[in-house]
Every structure is written in C-alpha cells, then in structure tokens.
C-alpha cells in the first residue's frame, strides 16, 4: 500500500522505535502513508503540537515498557495492553530472573525485584498490578525527568534523525526530508 512505514519486520520495529519515542501510537494506516523522513516528521510535529505533554509521558513509559518486555522476555507486542496484567503475560520467576536485563533496557529508575516483596507499592501476587499501573508507578519513580512541555520541530526533528539512525543504521546525514524511508534509507 504505497510503500509507506508498517509492512515489514525492519518497519515495525521502526514504528515501534518512533512510538517509543515520542510516546504516540502510530495508526497502521498513518504509517502505511508515511514514505518520506519528511512525512513521519510531519505527522510528528502536528501531533505533538496538540497533544497534553502529561498524555504523551503515559504513553511514551508504556512503549518503553512494552518494548523491554518483548526484547527482554520475547513477548508478542500485541499480548501487551495497559490493561493486561504482569501475570498474564510471564509467570513471577521467569519476570524476577530477568527483571536486572529489564531495568538496563527500560533506563528508567526501578527498585529491585522481590516476589515476596512490595513492588511500587503494589503487593505482586496472582492478581499482579496491570500495565497501565506499572507506568504509573514508574512514572512517579522518575517524575523529576519527566517535566511535562512542548518541543520545537528542531528538538523533534533531533530526536526523530536519532530513531532513524539507531534503527535503520545509516548516517544522521542521510536522513533528511526528502529521503525515501524504503528506498534511500533500506528500511523494509
């Protein structure tokens, strides 16, 4: 379909990567119309110019969240909703043995993992906290990081050269407007 961001395994993680970035979830049928470095910043810069900076940290901690535990734990991304509980998804052990790699690849502050334990205030257990109450928690753990405001389209275009270099492996230098997502960037 056009030949936008979305269709392959390269391009999902890339819209996964953007998501997590800039915490807004990316419609399959925006990504599909994105062909251009220029058309994702576009669709960026509209949307977080209208969007509650507060709204936008809730989803940026859950993308970030969401793509530690499928990193971390090979976890389906769509198993993962911010209503779907820790316990749903892995059982305790196999979260506390790999609860350290988690804590590197999420790099927020998080307290250290004790089943028997309280954990951010919750008490782990069959019914464990939900998604959504994960971030919560870790927002609050890191809330002086997260001072909630605006960006330029200059801070927004920095960020968004990064995602592309990080993920799609090129120069900050090829990433420019005009640049073909597919064809100028290799990004399937």
């Not at 969240?65 to 990193?71: F, G, H, V, Y």
Request: hydrophobic share 40%; charged share 30%; proline share 5%.
């Amino acid at each position: 379909m056009g030949g936008g961001i979305g269709m392959g395994l390269d391009s999902v993680e890339l819209v996964m990567a953007i998501e997590e970035e800039f915490g807004l979830d990316i419609p399959d049928r925006d990504a599909e119309k994105m062909i251009t470095v220029g058309d994702v910043f576009e669709w960026l810069r509209v949307r977080l110019s209208t969007a509650d900076p507060r709204a936008c940290l809730t989803q940026r901690v859950f993308y970030k969240l969401r793509r530690a535990l499928i990193e971390n734990y090979n976890v389906s991304r769509h198993t993962i909703s911010p209503d779907t509980r820790l316990t749903e998804l892995l059982p305790l052990s196999v979260v506390e043995e790999g609860w350290p790699f988690l804590q590197m690849f999420i790099d927020l502050k998080t307290p250290p993992f004790k089943v028997a334990n309280e954990f951010l205030g919750y008490r782990l257990s069959e019914q464990s906290l939900t998604m959504r109450e994960l971030v919560q928690s870790l927002i609050k753990l890191n809330d002086e990081e997260f001072a909630p405001q605006h960006e330029s389209e200059r801070e927004i275009w920095d960020r968004l050269v990064r995602v592309f270099v990080r993920q799609a492996n090129v120069r900050p230098e090829e990433v420019v407007l005009g640049a073909s997502i597919t064809r100028d960037l290799g990004v399937d």
